[in-house]
């Protein structure tokens, strides 16, 4: 009788997750003991690679159209087991758990979360996998709101609300300050786009080094 096949998946989205021991080769160590452990010994065959989302959000990537999650669809078959060592490595909102259940589950492709020691294969499975999916939206939506409010208070203190510093802005003690030079050549970079129709491209050869870039290209430009 054909056992399946195992089908191990792995998701970081920032390099926090890193830091708190969800790195990718922490995952993948957990999952390869797991087969180990729990699959092989039942005649489950796994060819010994990863289904790897790199920097991939779940809140902002829905699980069926990350790349990992699509490339595990080509060859996923009824009976193969599909599993990530955290529930939220693969879902983080209702809409994601139901589609889970309906495109897996219900073509009896086991599911299994490490964290939780579970199974979809059986009723108590899928009541977890509802319960921790509405939870896990429930948690994003609150970490969201309160980004938005930190960066909105942020923004009246004319603070930066993020890592890389805005164009045409500055920092001068912490805060943002005009930068005329870069306004200036921002300028520069429209008047020529809309006026005498340079592509991306041709701007990159001619517009001035700014930021101290040893290299401009198209997509600087356009964000510029």
């Given at each position: 009788?054909?056992?399946?096949q195992?089908?191990?998946?792995?998701?970081?989205?920032?390099?926090?997750q890193?830091?708190?021991g969800?790195?990718?080769?922490a995952?993948?160590?957990?999952l390869?003991?797991?087969?180990?452990?729990r699959l092989q010994?039942?005649?489950?065959i796994?060819?010994?690679?990863?289904?790897t989302?790199?920097a991939v959000?779940?809140?902002?990537?829905p699980t069926?159209?990350?790349?990992a999650?699509?490339?595990?669809q080509?060859?996923?078959l009824?009976?193969d087991h599909?599993?990530?060592?955290?529930y939220?490595r693969?879902?983080?909102?209702?809409?994601?758990?139901?589609?889970?259940?309906?495109?897996?589950?219900?073509?009896h492709?086991?599911v299994?979360m490490l964290?939780?020691n579970?199974?979809t294969?059986?009723?108590?499975?899928?009541?977890i996998?509802?319960v921790?999916a509405?939870?896990?939206?429930?948690e994003?939506?609150?970490?969201s709101?309160r980004?938005?409010?930190?960066?909105?208070?942020r923004?009246?203190?004319?603070?930066?609300?993020?890592?890389q510093k805005?164009?045409?802005?500055?920092?001068?003690n912490?805060?943002y300050?005009?930068?005329?030079?870069e306004r200036?050549v921002?300028g520069q970079i429209?008047?020529?786009r809309?006026?005498h129709?340079?592509?991306?491209t041709q701007?990159a050869?001619?517009?001035?080094t700014?930021?101290?870039?040893?290299k401009w290209?198209?997509w600087?430009i356009?964000?510029?």
């Amino acid at each position: 009788m054909n056992a399946g096949q195992y089908l191990p998946y792995c998701r970081v989205s920032d390099e926090k997750q890193v830091k708190e021991g969800l790195s990718l080769e922490a995952q993948r160590q957990r999952l390869a003991d797991y087969y180990r452990t729990r699959l092989q010994p039942n005649g489950v065959i796994w060819h010994g690679g990863f289904y790897t989302d790199e920097a991939v959000s779940a809140w902002k990537t829905p699980t069926f159209q990350r790349p990992a999650i699509l490339q595990i669809q080509e060859v996923v078959l009824p009976g193969d087991h599909v599993a990530c060592v955290a529930y939220d490595r693969l879902t983080r909102s209702i809409a994601d758990c139901v589609d889970i259940e309906r495109t897996w589950i219900d073509q009896h492709i086991h599911v299994h979360m490490l964290d939780l020691n579970m199974d979809t294969a059986t009723d108590a499975g899928r009541m977890i996998l509802h319960v921790l999916a509405m939870v896990a939206q429930m948690e994003s939506k609150r970490k969201s709101d309160r980004v938005k409010e930190v960066n909105a208070v942020r923004r009246r203190l004319g603070l930066p609300t993020h890592s890389q510093k805005l164009w045409g802005f500055k920092l001068v003690n912490g805060r943002y300050a005009v930068d005329a030079y870069e306004r200036a050549v921002m300028g520069q970079i429209a008047d020529l786009r809309a006026e005498h129709g340079y592509s991306l491209t041709q701007l990159a050869q001619i517009i001035p080094t700014i930021r101290g870039r040893g290299k401009w290209d198209k997509w600087k430009i356009d964000r510029a």
